[in-house]
């Protein structure tokens, strides 16, 4: 996977397409990576080596050495690549359904796409692309669990099958775009096409002219959902200003909120706390990289928990001193659910431990209607004890 990103990278035209101008203002801050992020760009390598197996483009012992290389990673895990596996078992799936229409069908993995034709000094790497007659299919792997993305109308997606479409359009006759994103952590696989003139045209009014403006830094700020990944989030005065409207409702007349102004609070509650970590966050990093100096702020040492140096140690001195075990040790407990999945394997799990296991009722919560959960029927929520959702007013 290439070490450099474009000015206006793929995975992030959903936000400069949205907010023209946040690219440019996005320079002033530099890249910082995330443990996140890092554990994707370790799936998205283990992934390429078990999909290459897969095609026999490696042989045992190469997949043994990537593998064994890989494995040092301090986010390689059995689950991690568990979920690996199972991603390029999907591959793979979708690679036959395309040999089925298309014998001579190719598949590239971690391709580099050039996108300059539609974005100034624009390119990317997409993670799958399989080409054959009639249907052009473009996977990415989202290794994150945050929250569910979608492969509907999906910028990123678009983007890179529009320079997929430049790339390889001429060899076959495609008629369809296919567009798939696997996020494995929380089963989530979404799926979604158009056709190849859909496809032109998006790119023709959307694409080519929210670019060009992107890439001047012309156009108008305008905060919304976009705005969870830019990295300006922190200092940006227009999100500043959207998220600062929550508090015209403290003035509000009458004494008493209305329905509407509840609704508009809960709208943007998620977002708004999101956005006061990231100023907190752009605050402490500037004081303490900068030596930046904020009005009535100082940075000092947060407090911390006491913890043993050698609990190795600490036992042994106190069972030398007469202690019993049962008096310094902490009771023996089952696993959790997910740890002991893990440990005996879901197979055995199934088979010894499911009948034991129950989920009880979630308490209730307050979503947009969007969410895909069905509304709670009225005898549950008549038997919710609505003391017990009230605590966290008290404290």
């Known amino acids: 996977m290439p070490g450099v990103h474009a000015k206006l990278s793929p995975s992030g035209a959903s936000r400069w397409l949205a907010c023209t101008p946040s690219a440019k203002l996005e320079e002033q801050f530099p890249d910082r990576s995330s443990a996140a992020a890092d554990e994707g760009t370790h799936a998205h390598a283990v ?19 990537q593998l064994a290389k890989l494995s040092e990673s301090e986010y390689h895990s059995d689950e991690l690549l568990d979920l690996c596996e ?14 089925a229409i298309t014998p001579d069908a190719v598949i590239f993995t971690e391709t580099k796409i050039d996108l300059s034709m539609y974005i100034p000094e624009g390119f990317g790497t997409g993670d799958v692309f399989i080409v054959s007659d009639r249907v052009l299919k473009f996977i990415d792997l989202k290794y994150g669990k945050g929250v569910p993305v979608s492969a509907v109308s999906n910028s990123q997606m678009m ?19 296919e567009m798939t994103i696997y996020q494995p952590r929380i089963g989530n696989i979404s799926t979604w096409s158009c056709t190849v003139e859909e496809l032109d045209a998006w790119v023709a009014h959307v694409l080519v002219p929210g670019a060009l403006q992107a890439f001047e830094g012309l156009g108008e700020y305008v905060p919304g959902d ?6 300006a989030r922190g200092a940006c005065k227009a999100l500043a200003d959207y998220q600062l409207e929550i508090a015209k409702h403290e003035f509000a007349e009458p004494a008493l909120m209305t329905d509407e102004q509840i609704a508009d609070v809960l709208d943007r509650a998620k977002s708004f706390t999101a956005w006061v970590s990231s100023v907190q966050a752009y605050a402490l990093h500037e004081a303490l990289v900068n030596d930046k100096q904020w009005p009535g702020y100082k940075v000092v040492e947060g407090r911390a928990n006491r913890k043993y140096s050698d609990e190795a140690a600490v036992i042994a001195k106190l069972i030398e001193a007469g202690w019993s075990e049962d008096l310094i040790l902490k009771p023996r407990a089952v696993l959790g659910i997910t740890a002991l999945e893990k440990a005996i394997t879901k197979k055995l799990f199934q088979q010894h431990v499911s009948p034991l296991v ?17 509304p709670m029927d009225k005898l549950k929520l008549a038997s919710a004890d609505f003391a017990e959702l009230m605590d966290g007013e008290a404290e």
Request: hydrophobic residues 40%; proline residues 4%.
């Open 159 to 177: 983007t890179y099958a529009a320079g997929a479409m430049h790339r390889f359009g001429m060899l076959y006759d495609i008629d369809r775009v």
């Open 226 to 231: 976009h705005c969870r990944f830019c990295k």
């Open 47 to 65: 992934s390429e080596v078990l999909i290459l197996e897969k095609l026999g483009r490696l042989t045992a012992e190469e997949v043994k050495t």
């Open 86 to 99: 199972e991603y390029s078992v999907f591959v793979m799936e979708k690679f036959a359904e395309a040999q």
């Open 358 to 374: 129950f989920k009880p009722d979630g308490k209730p919560t307050l979503v947009p209607v969007s969410d895909k959960r069905e």
